[in-house]
């Protein structure tokens, strides 16, 4: 993916239980920025954290899966800004 570009299969992956992750390198490491989208236009951000290994990392997804359940236990999903770049 290049700046503009938009994510492909190689770049977005379905975690669990409804937590997926955005894969992006940045210099000589490789990223992960986990969201879960909850419905409509929202995207809700949980978690970021650098790939150190091969493989799942699986406390990092268990994080993100935390994160995501706070999230609709404790948070009113009601939208109330949104952000658009389209002309």
Do not use: Y
Not at 42 to 65: C, E, M, S, Y
Request: proline share 6%.
């Amino acid at each position: 993916m290049e700046k503009g570009g938009v994510p492909d299969g190689d770049h977005v992956k379905s975690l669990r239980d409804g937590v997926s992750e955005l894969r992006l390198a940045v210099g000589d490491r490789s990223w992960r920025i986990t969201f879960w989208k909850p419905g409509g236009p929202a995207i809700v951000l949980l978690t970021v954290f650098a790939k150190t290994r091969n493989g799942p990392q699986h406390d990092d997804v268990n994080r993100a899966v935390r994160a995501k359940r706070v999230c609709q236990a404790e948070h009113d999903m009601t939208v109330t800004h949104v952000f658009d770049r389209r002309p």
